[in-house]
């Protein structure tokens, strides 16, 4: 049985305007480039315990001497312990993507629901919910996350937690504003004219043309989310049982590892964290470049 014409035509357009939007990212070489280091980052996460022994990472079973330099043995040195730097940099890894990524999403959902609401129902709904935006909006998002991760108990939930209902207020902001754009485009008009309700009207047709806006700032979010996680990791409010490039930092401070110039052990969480931020950065700036058209002759 054949699909209506319909539904073939838009299937089509779709198809054509995602064709068009991957053919606008790849032009952008700061996206591509972007991409593909975080392609590579994640694909060696995912692949960590696969590819290496997580029992190397016991400080009761290694064999490596404290602090020692780069050499054909550990590639990367020695932590205080006598791990190898290169594998705790590798796993840590899988921590800090985890968090970033969970804490962004979750911060995705509670801004799209919140500018959602607000836009859609207007009045004392809006009234209330930008309230609270504009409450979480005046305090310092870090500080806010170190006092919920040191009232909570510690552990991956707390990061998550702290950093997700601290940093979506910038995404109800732009969900809002979009949302207002979008109902008073006339398929919008037409839709209530013809009975629609508020969750035909909000899952149809508002939710489906703002999904882009807010996936663009997800990206550009869990680069913040990476960072706020290594700052309360180094600041010894993150799971101290799970490995993460902020709790390596914390650990290379507090064994004195800075005052005895083991820079292999603080270069590699380092630059972890700036090569991944700056990836979601660029993939997120490529993803603005395709949703705005007039981006594009001012990013080249």
């Keep these: 049985m054949s699909a209506p014409p319909n539904a073939t035509g838009v299937t089509g357009r779709r198809l054509a305007a995602l064709t068009e939007g991957w053919r606008v990212y790849r032009a952008d070489r700061g996206g591509a480039f ?15 315990p696969v590819l290496t022994r997580s029992g190397e990472l016991d400080v009761t079973r290694v064999q490596g ?49 919140v500018g959602l609401l607000a836009a859609h129902f207007g009045g004392w709904v809006a009234t209330l919910l930008l309230r609270v935006t504009d409450f979480f909006l005046v305090l ?7 006092a919920l991760s040191t009232v909570l108990s510690r552990g991956v939930f707390t990061i998550v937690l702290a950093i997700g209902v601290t940093s979506w207020p910038q995404t109800a902001r732009l969900v809002r504003a979009q949302t207002l754009t979008v109902e008073t485009r006339p398929y919008i008009e037409r839709a209530r004219a013809l009975g629609g309700g ?30 706020a996680e290594s700052t309360l990791s180094f600041l010894g409010l993150g799971d101290p049982s799970m490995i993460s490039w902020g709790s390596m930092l914390k650990s290379a401070m507090d064994t004195g590892a800075v005052t005895a110039g083991a820079w292999w052990y603080l270069l590699p969480p380092g630059l972890g964290i700036a090569i991944v931020v700056l990836s979601f950065t660029l993939c997120g700036r490529a993803l603005e470049t395709v949703l705005n058209p007039k981006l594009r002759g001012t990013r080249r």
Excluded: Y
């Design 198 to 227: 508020h969750r035909h009207l909000l899952g149809k047709h508002v939710l489906p043309a703002v999904l882009p806006l807010v996936f663009a700032t997800t990206t550009l979010t869990v680069a913040s989310a990476i960072i």
């Design 140 to 146: 310092p998002a870090l500080v806010l996350a170190i």
């Design 65 to 113: 001497a404290p602090l020692q330099p780069p050499s054909a043995t550990n590639w990367l040195g020695t932590d205080e312990s006598g791990r190898s730097v290169l594998l705790l940099t590798w796993w840590g890894a899988r921590m800090s993507l985890l968090v970033g990524l969970s804490a962004a999403v979750l911060s995705m959902v509670i801004g799209t629901v």
């Design 34 to 48: 972007g991409l593909a280091v975080l392609l590579v980052v994640v694909a060696l996460a995912l692949l960590a």
